[in-house]
Structure formats: structure tokens, C-alpha cells
């Protein structure tokens, strides 16, 4: 993940979600806080690097993405931020996506727009809290 220093308005965002994130803006790890921060972005200034669109599972291990709490990320950011950690996965891999209601209508859209790739297993099932395992197929 990087920055784009001349499209970033320094509006705090990302400092908020993730202090000290940009202290080395041409290669930011990739970790939960890192992601919220990319979701955050009003002006989309982070953005993934070149060839940097599948992780291998060390590498989620690494950084740790393994879980996404939407209940903390804005509704219009919470579908692009969870495909674009999707589309991070290697084959195999996985992340928990916590949120406040069933996120059924998101696996319908995966099923849609990621047809046979996805792997979905509820983990809790509210009714205040909803937990969910999503895969990348093998």
C-alpha cells in the first residue's frame, strides 16, 4: 500500500485510524488499521502498489488481517474496503468480518461478482453482533 503525497489533502484521517502510517509513505504494510485508514481516505490518496493485489498467508499473518469490524467503518466504505481484502487473499486464505446485522446482501454480491471463490461461514449470528469467516477458495 502507498500514498499518494501529491493527491493526500492532510486531513488526519489516516493518522487517526492508524498513527504514524505515513511515516514511510511509499510502502505501507498492510494491516486492519492500515485498511480503515484506505477506507477513511476522503480523496483516495492510499491506494494498493503495483502487483500487490494477493497476499500470501504469512503475509496476512505478517500484518495482521484477520479481522474487519465493520461497526466501525462508514456504510458507503464497508463493501470496497471488504473486496479489496478479499481480493488481497491468496488462495486458501481467509478474514473474520464482524458487523452489527447479517451481512447476507454480501454474499449474494460475492456470489455475484466472485462467483465460485468464496468460501462464507457464519461464526456467530446475532442478534447484536454478527461474525463471519470468508474465504478464498483453494
Not at 494491516?31 to 480503515?36: K, M, N, R
Not at 488481497?88 to 486464505?93: C, S
Not at 457464519?122 to 469467516?133: A, F, N
Amino acid at each position: 500500500m502507498t500514498l499518494d503525497v501529491d493527491r493526500c489533502i492532510d486531513c488526519g484521517a489516516c493518522d487517526d485510524v492508524a498513527p504514524g502510517m505515513l511515516a514511510r509513505p511509499e510502502r505501507i504494510a498492510i494491516a486492519h488499521g492500515t485498511l480503515e485508514a484506505m477506507a477513511a481516505c476522503p480523496v483516495g490518496a492510499l491506494h494498493w502498489l503495483e502487483g500487490e493485489s494477493r497476499m500470501e498467508p504469512k503475509d496476512m499473518e505478517a500484518n495482521t488481517v484477520t479481522t474487519l469490524d465493520m461497526r466501525t467503518i462508514a456504510p458507503r466504505d464497508r463493501h470496497p474496503l471488504i473486496f479489496r481484502t478479499f481480493d488481497a487473499l491468496a488462495p486458501g486464505g481467509d478474514f473474520e468480518l464482524i458487523n452489527d446485522h447479517d451481512p447476507k446482501p454480501l454474499y449474494y454480491q460475492f456470489q455475484a461478482e466472485r462467483t465460485g471463490l468464496v468460501e462464507w461461514e457464519y461464526l456467530e449470528q446475532g442478534p447484536e453482533r454478527w461474525r463471519v469467516r470468508i474465504g478464498r477458495a483453494a
